[in-house]
């Protein structure tokens, strides 16, 4: 089993910028491809971006294409999610996922970090 935690979520402006981080613990991060989900109120959740192993690769949904950036560090079994010029749409809940199989979501998830963006 892999314990996911996500933190950094919060109420922001349009325009404005948050750093979402997922730390984990039980299994080992560097094995696995991590990734970002969210759900909007009303809506079913969707991929927002996903990172490689070493983190070497990654790729965004178009919707956040530009703006959002994930990346990880292995050492600290963490993965990370800066999102900058952010939009009301953005308004979700953020869930931490892996492992990623072609932008599908796997068995561990954690309990997502509500971001909320004013206009």
């Known amino acids: 089993q892999m314990q996911l935690v996500e933190s950094g979520g919060g109420l922001v402006q349009a325009g404005e910028s948050l750093r979402l981080s997922c730390a984990a613990s039980?299994?080992?991060?560097?094995?696995?491809?991590m990734g970002w989900f969210r759900q909007a109120p009303g809506k079913e959740r969707e991929f927002v971006a996903v990172i490689s192993q070493s983190g070497g690769r990654t790729y965004y949904a178009d919707s956040v294409k530009g703006r959002f950036t994930i990346s990880r560090d292995n050492a600290k079994n963490t993965v990370y999610l800066q999102m900058n010029s952010l939009k009301p749409e953005d308004t979700a809940v953020y869930y931490c996922n892996g492992p990623v199989v072609r932008f599908t979501p796997g068995a561990y998830w954690g309990q997502g970090t509500q971001v909320t963006v004013s206009s």
């Open positions: 039980g299994r080992t991060l560097s094995r696995y491809v």
